[in-house]
């Protein structure tokens, strides 16, 4: 596609349910990124893969959450059993190198809305 | 480590120009760069410097210097919708890549 693709936009779920959160980036990039984001927040860093590799994972809050990534294509984003906290625009961006022009494309986010 | 600061929210009227910096502590990092997010919308990318010195695409300038810890976002001709919170970013060279957000300037443009 055109640009980085989520799914779902929107997610409504119950406490101690797992939700899985999907990214598509663009086609070509190698780096993809997962950040959180709270309302009226700022970008929190969750995971970082080059290829389908993680450098680094020190984001991730707690080990309800697990990311991987096929290749250098999908990313799924899995939080098990879910807490009212864990409520947040959940974005993913990705870029084409590692290097290079610094530009990151992100999507338009999955809303996470545990009750 | 690597941390960026910014203010957290600066106000001016339409057709000012206004100034949004960027201070930060890291051991290394390849280019700092700019992104602006409108309410409900996807962070986009603004510009980015690699090197020192003032980089200018249209109403926005960028601003770095590596020896200073610090950058700018100059947004001059401010319209209404330039009205969204704006944050640098740094791609760190010792974390593999990891690019590092501040924690956003909100710009409110009055009329």
């Known amino acids: 596609g055109a640009g980085v693709s989520q799914s779902p936009s929107n997610k409504v779920t119950e406490k101690g349910k797992d939700v899985e959160l999907r990214c598509d980036p663009i086609s070509g990039h190698t780096a993809l990124y997962w950040y959180r984001q709270r309302l009226g927040q700022g970008l929190e860093f969750l995971i970082y893969f080059q290829g389908n590799s993680a450098p680094d994972k020190s984001g991730l809050p707690s080990d309800r959450f697990s990311a991987e990534r096929t290749g250098e294509s999908v990313s799924t984003l899995t939080i098990q059993r879910t807490q009212q906290e864990d409520s947040a625009v959940y974005l993913c961006?990705?870029?084409?190198?590692?290097?290079?022009?610094?530009?990151?494309?992100f999507g338009q986010g999955t809303r996470l809305t545990v009750v | 480590g690597q941390s960026l600061e910014q203010p957290s929210e600066v106000t001016a009227v339409e057709g000012a120009i206004v100034q949004i910096n960027c201070t930060y502590q890291?051991?290394?990092?390849?280019?700092l760069s700019w992104y602006q997010q409108h309410d409900g919308g996807a962070p986009t990318f603004l510009s980015y410097n690699a090197l020192d010195g003032l980089e200018e695409t249209g109403r926005f300038s960028s601003f770095l210097s590596r020896s200073d810890s610090y950058g700018y976002l100059l947004l001059q001709e401010l319209q209404m919708k330039d009205s969204a919170s704006y944050f640098c970013?740094?791609?760190?060279?010792?974390?593999?890549?990891?690019?590092?957000f501040g924690q956003g300037t909100e710009l409110s443009v009055k009329p």
């Open positions: 890291t051991s290394g990092f390849y280019g």
């Open positions: 961006a990705s870029s084409p190198q590692l290097e290079g022009g610094g530009q990151a494309f």
């Open positions: 970013a740094v791609r760190a060279v010792n974390q593999g890549g990891k690019l590092i």
